[in-house]
């Protein structure tokens, strides 16, 4: 496993990320100073590494980025949900649906896991008393309208979205190999790797903690480090005097500028 993806944490191909990067930041704050209501960062944050680690792992553009809330997915999924017994009929939908449906269940799934009393009572009591989690949670995820039924639901619906898109890109053998998920699907089909290793639950178990596990922290780090930021203006003050003294408002950094040429942003970061 680990040779198969070790080529896309290579420096060479990160570095190529870096005009992705630029293009989904620039798509997200478009009009933020236009927009009357308050921006919730840490859900910025999450659309922007949901969007640049979905192009990473899947080779799609979830288009999150766009100027719109993050509440849209969590609409989205709370009407599906209140419509789960609609008819099925519509099984031939296309990849892009498949995808969309996905990611708005993956938005709902990260936005909801809270530590207050609003989120899942049993995580709340595995915190007090770690040996009533799994116990409680058994229970609650049978009850209808706790939050452990509705994260169980949730899951449930990302693991059957997640199946369908690798089965959809498994049978693709026009796909490129610049992604986790098609490298990954690239290598089963080799001789040098067993299907029994790669099988198709692994690899949709893996292609998700890719993303999940990749969103949720890097999301959770910015939204940290901006509101520590806040709290210091002279710190502000000097950031944004070293980013705005890079160059012109369109230049895009190379990685080798962010690593050389911004040494005080390296240190608060």
Known sequence: MRNTILSMYQPSYLSRLVPTMQSFIESATQNLDSQKEDIIFSNLSLRLATDVIGHAAFGVNFGLSRPH???????SVNVNNNNNNASASSSSSSNDNEVSDFIDQHIYSTTQLKMDLSGSLSIILGLLLPILQEPFRQILKRIPGTMDWKIERTNQKLSGRLDEIVEKRMKDKAR????????????????????????????????YEHLLAGSATTSFTLSSVVYLVAGHPEVE?????????????????????LHNKFPYLDQVC
């Open 69 to 75: 809330s993050v509440c849209d997915s969590i609409k």
């Open 176 to 207: 490129s190999s610049k992604d986790f998920l098609s490298l990954i699907l690239n290598a089963r089909e080799t001789k040098a790797v067993s299907e029994n290793v790669f099988t198709p639950d692994y690899i949709s178990a893996v292609t």
């Open 237 to 257: 003050k000097k950031l944004l005097h070293e980013i705005d003294g890079f160059g012109p408002v369109d230049q895009i950094p190379t990685s080798q500028d």
